[in-house]
Every structure is written in structure tokens, then in C-alpha cells.
T-cell receptor
Framework: GDQVEQSPSALSLHEGTGSALRCNFT?????VQWFQQNSRGSLINLFYLASGTKENGRLKSTFNSKESYSTLHIRDAQLEDSGTYFC??????????FGKGTKLSVKS | DMKVTQMPRYLIKRMGENVLLECGQDMSHETMYWYRQDPGLGLQLIYISYDVDSNSEGDIPKGYRVSRKKREHFSLILDSAKTNQTSVYFC???????????FGPGTRLTVL
């Protein structure tokens, strides 16, 4: 079965609000990487975490390897935050397992 | 500024033609990857390269081959392209396979 499960699959936010995206792992993962795929299709690196919490502007991510999950918090959402957010985790054989993504729509 | 580049960005080919997709990185990363992305299937790994001439199959290597003769360049080759190889292809690199991957902008390939 899927090793990386993302929720929700889709999310709609009004500008200025916030929410959390979640990534659950069915096996122990060493690290997690979060990406945004924007409207042009580019995959933008957001965070890489082996543990703990990282913050960058309006985004914050945590990784709990013991409980096998990671979250991405977005606050004060802006229109340009729209896109699909992927989490991914490296497997032992050097392959990155991707979740199916959360499609975020930010509306004015 | 760390960068992964891909050429071309858009390509239209006929079935049976050969296709060459190029990827470059300026970070001296050892490991490079080729993925394809299709609606509903997400990103699928085609090949990994651990360094020059050290390549390994990913999850969907059939119909593809790769070449890495210089650390900064990684090519994906489709010999006799098929219509089901129409997709968006992404290249990525990382300093080591265990670390963060950096993605290129993608190549949209259409095989008619």
C-alpha cells in the first residue's frame, strides 16, 4: 500500500486565513521533503526536515519521525500560495516516495 | 544561485522518433534523477544516477535509457518514442541520495 498518505486531497482558503496539511507515513521515514507545484508546473522546494520544526515566512513544517507524520502549516494565505503541495520521503534504496498531493485554492 | 536546468522545455515528436532530454546542474551534486509526472499518478521515478556512469533503474525504466558522462549533465533518451510516453519529465539532483532533492522546471513532451 501507499507509504505516504496526504490529507486533505483538496483545500480551499480565503486570503488571510490559514490551515494545516498533513502527511502520514505507514513506515518509519528518515526525513521528509515538502514541495509546492505552482500554476506553471514548477516544483518548488519548501522544506527538508530530518526532525523538529522549520519555519520560513508564512510557512512552518514539523516532522515527528516517532509518530510517523509531518505537517505543513500555512498562515495568512495569499493568492500565490495556490497550487499542489506534495510531501515526499526518502526510502532506503535512494528513491523518493511522493504523496498524491493536496490541491490548495486560495480565493480573494 | 543553485539551479537545475532542463532542455527543451517543450517538445513535440512523432511516434517512433528518438527523443533526447537534457538536464544540467551547477551544484556538483553526485546524485541525479529522472521522473515523469502524469495526472492521477503523481511523480514516478524512471532512473537514478549516483555519479558518472553509475546509473540504476527506478520504478518505471522500460522504454527509457540514460547517460551520465559528466557529473553536471544527465540525459534521458527515448529510443522510438511511444504515445504513452507523453508526459511531463522532471530532472532532479541531490548532494547524496539521502538528502534534499532539487528539481528542474520540467519538460513537457508530446508524442503524436
Amino acid at each position: 500500500g501507499d507509504q505516504v498518505e496526504q490529507s486533505p486531497s483538496a483545500l480551499s482558503l480565503h486570503e488571510g486565513t490559514g490551515s494545516a496539511l498533513r502527511c502520514n507515513f505507514t513506515t518509519t521515514m528518515r526525513a521528509v521533503q515538502w514541495f509546492q507545484q505552482n500554476s506553471r508546473g514548477s516544483l518548488i522546494n519548501l522544506f527538508y526536515l530530518a526532525s523538529g520544526t522549520k519555519e520560513n515566512g508564512r510557512l512552518k513544517s514539523t516532522f515527528n519521525s516517532k509518530e510517523s507524520y509531518s505537517t505543513l502549516h500555512i498562515r495568512d494565505a495569499q493568492l500565490e500560495d495556490s497550487g499542489t503541495y506534495f510531501c515526499a520521503a526518502p526510502r532506503s534504496n535512494a528513491k523518493l516516495t511522493f504523496g498524491k498531493g493536496t490541491k490548495l485554492s486560495v480565493k480573494s | 544561485d543553485m539551479k537545475v536546468t532542463q532542455m527543451p522545455r517543450y517538445l513535440i515528436k512523432r511516434m517512433g522518433e528518438n527523443v533526447l532530454l537534457e538536464c544540467g546542474q551547477d551544484m556538483s551534486h553526485e546524485t541525479m534523477y529522472w521522473y515523469r509526472q502524469d495526472p492521477g499518478l503523481g511523480l514516478q521515478l524512471i532512473y537514478i544516477s549516483y555519479d558518472v556512469d553509475s546509473n540504476s533503474e527506478g520504478d518505471i525504466p522500460k522504454g527509457y535509457r540514460v547517460s551520465r558522462k559528466k557529473r553536471e549533465h544527465f540525459s534521458l533518451i527515448l529510443d522510438s518514442a511511444k504515445t504513452n510516453q507523453t508526459s511531463v519529465y522532471f530532472c532532479a539532483s541531490s548532494p547524496d541520495w539521502a538528502y534534499e532533492q532539487y528539481f528542474g522546471p520540467g519538460t513537457r513532451l508530446t508524442v503524436l
